[in-house]
């Protein structure tokens, strides 16, 4: 392995072109410098390529929007780095992050990905109360199934020869694809964890995250489909089919809330439409009358 092995930033956007010439420049001003920045343009209809062109060390790559996972997959093609970190458009990292995560690589050849700490910024950057350091030091599968302990997939970074190994990011439970593969990995790799915070994640009205019912259908896929990797084991056994009842239930009640708000809609509208029917109607006999008043004159 080499001194400074290089890094391959990859930036998936779609319509971010607001946002993405600060993750950029976050790149930018690592302490860590052989790296290379991909920017992987998902079918983006914004300022989106103007804003990434001004950047003349950044590689840009269009494609049809696909999604967030065959764009990440999509950057994994592109990269040329013994090291990956898959950097959201919307977020920042901190000046450090590179330097720790290959440190902790490089220490540790059996490592699949090791993860840092995040906090948390509003639309326009500004600090917003951030959750607590969580590094977890063993048994990271489990740690995982009870929940997803990492806040955003750029708190990551991977080695690239097991990210190939495993095909990379699952396409098929959007919203989920990044916590689909620290399962994967957790479950037959080494995986790291250090307290140091590495990146600023952006909240807004448009984060992926917020789609509950996307989010929650993918996430039940994926805990169903640990079954077979903790039988045998009660102790994650337990575990897992709580999950699923737990993404069941939240699902149920999220399609039940958008039923509700849907009937609701469909009344107001309803309503609406019989509103303006009767003006309609009261309209047209006002002329009707009218016309008779006159013709009797």
């Not at 490592?111 to 030091?137: M, Y």
């Not at 807004?204 to 993918?218: A, E, P, V, W, Y």
Request: charged share 25%; glycine share 6%; net charge positive.
């Amino acid at each position: 392995m080499s001194a400074a092995p290089l890094v391959s930033v990859i930036i998936p956007t779609f319509n971010y072109g607001h946002f993405i010439a600060e993750a950029i420049e976050s790149v930018r001003s690592q302490s860590y410098r052989n790296l290379e920045i991909i920017v992987i343009d998902d079918g983006s209809t914004d300022s989106t390529k103007e804003v990434v062109s001004s950047f003349a060390e950044v590689r840009y790559l269009h494609q049809a929007n696909l999604g967030i996972a065959p764009a990440r997959n999509a950057g994994l093609l592109a990269s040329r780095g013994e090291f990956l970190v898959f950097l959201d458009a919307d977020d920042r990292l901190l000046p450090d992050a590179l330097t720790l995560g290959v440190a902790v690589l490089k220490a540790n050849p059996d490592v699949a990905f090791v993860s840092g700490q995040w906090e948390l910024i509003s639309k326009t950057g500004t600090s917003l109360p951030s959750p607590p350091i969580n590094c977890i030091q063993s048994d990271h599968y489990r740690a995982f199934l009870h929940s997803n302990y990492i806040g955003t997939v750029g708190q990551v970074m991977f080695r690239r020869s097991i990210l190939e190994a495993v095909d990379g990011f699952d396409s098929s439970v959007p919203g989920c694809d990044d916590f689909e593969l620290y399962l994967r990995l957790a479950r037959s790799h080494s995986i790291q964890c250090h307290d140091k915070v590495v990146l600023q994640h952006r909240r807004h009205g448009s984060n992926t995250s917020g789609k509950r019912d996307m989010m929650l259908r993918s996430a039940l896929r994926i805990y169903q489909a640990q079954a077979p990797h903790v039988q045998g084991k009660p102790e994650l056994e337990t575990l897992q089919q709580e999950r699923v009842e737990l993404c069941q239930k939240g699902l149920d009640k999220e399609l039940k809330k958008q039923k509700q708000v849907r009937i609701k809609s469909n009344w107001l509208v309803n309503a609406m439409i019989q509103i303006r029917d009767r003006v309609r109607a009261e309209l047209i006999f006002r002329r009707y009358t009218s016309k008779r008043r006159k013709a009797v004159k």
